[in-house]
């Protein structure tokens, strides 16, 4: 696989965009691009500080065309459309852990129970006018409640909402709430975050907070992964962790729309999607936790969402 740069991600998406689209709207998307594969590259630093190894950027192409950014012609009033959308699911615990622990494994705020999903759609209509707007999701899942961690990734995103409009934190932190349940368990997936979609890419101050959301990645979810990064766990903590991984697994092949899209779009890499799941899990019959105990802890804040900011 390529060592990992900005210019060899723009590269491998040029000409991924329908040439059908207006110079505006390529110059958009080109600038998308640009803030995605920045905000990627700046966290895989990060990452790389700690994981003591070189990241590498594996591509691949839709043989129907498209990859990373998808294009597709649909019938009805939809021409044409273009979707630019970077997942990060911060995974596989760091090797730096390795040196303090037999597994490679995390309790309070494991690497790959934090998520982050920016996007941005545009399609042309048959008319030939053009509408765009973007979409995201910024939501963490511990195994453990750690009310210190849960309010400072709150707190961070509130600050980052507020400096653009008042209303989006508790909006946003609300539909993030709603969207991330589990109903056949009642719990909800995780500790949240925020939530947003249909903010019209013709507004300058949406693409505004877009960028604001990719540069509130770091500080909201750095800080936990150091603190924690080299604590140890239980056999009975292991068990529990794998079995909220069960959970994590049941929402995203169950009930996440991303993954029915991915798994519906004819020649999109399976893998990319599956990447999202954590690496082990466990289910098990009546293993509800102990009243009262910190397993009890997370299970009642899943149930019923607290405001953390």
């Known amino acids: 696989m390529e060592a990992m740069t900005e210019e060899k991600i723009l590269s491998f998406f040029q000409g991924c965009i329908p040439n059908d689209f207006s110079s505006r709207t390529q110059t958009q998307a080109d600038r998308i691009l640009r803030l995605f594969a920045k905000v990627r590259e700046e ?5 790389q500080k700690i994981e003591g190894a070189e990241f590498k950027l594996d591509t691949w192409k839709r043989a129907e065309g498209g990859g990373g950014v998808m294009s597709a012609i649909s019938e009805g009033e939809v021409l044409s459309k273009a979707n630019v959308d970077i997942s990060i699911v911060t995974g596989k615990v760091p ?4 040196k303090h622990l037999h597994q490679a494994a995390k309790i309070t705020t494991s690497l790959d129970e934090s998520h982050f999903n920016l996007r941005v759609v545009v399609m042309k209509l048959n008319d030939g006018a053009e509408v765009g707007w973007y979409g995201g999701v910024m939501d963490i899942n511990p195994s453990y409640l750690v009310p210190e961690d849960a309010t400072h990734f709150h707190k961070t ?10 209303s989006y934190y508790p909006r946003f ?36 907070f877009l960028e604001s959301c990719t540069k509130t990645i770091i500080p909201a979810y750095l800080p936990i ?3 924690h990064m080299c604590d140890t766990y239980s056999d009975q903590e292991m068990a529990w962790k794998q079995l909220r ?12 729309k991303g993954m029915k ?22 289910w ?26």
């Open 43 to 47: 966290l895989l630093q990060e990452l």
């Open 225 to 227: 992964l150091k603190a």
């Open 95 to 98: 090797k730096a852990a390795v």
């Open 157 to 166: 995103l509130k600050d980052m909402c507020d400096k653009h409009d008042a």
């Open 261 to 282: 899209f991915g798994l519906q779009l004819s020649g999109f890499r399976k893998e990319t999607l599956f990447a999202s799941l954590p690496l082990t899990a466990m």
């Open 284 to 309: 098990g019959y009546k293993l509800d936790p102990e009243p009262g105990s910190r397993e009890d802890e997370l299970v009642q804040v899943l149930r019923c969402p607290r405001e953390w900011a």
């Open 245 to 256: 991984n069960g959970r994590y697994t049941e929402f995203n092949l169950m009930h996440d």
């Open 173 to 208: 932190k609300k539909w993030c709430d709603e969207y991330f349940v589990i109903p056949h368990r009642g719990e909800h997936r995780g500790l949240g975050g925020i939530f947003f979609d249909n903010l019209m890419s013709q507004e300058e101050g949406n693409f505004s």
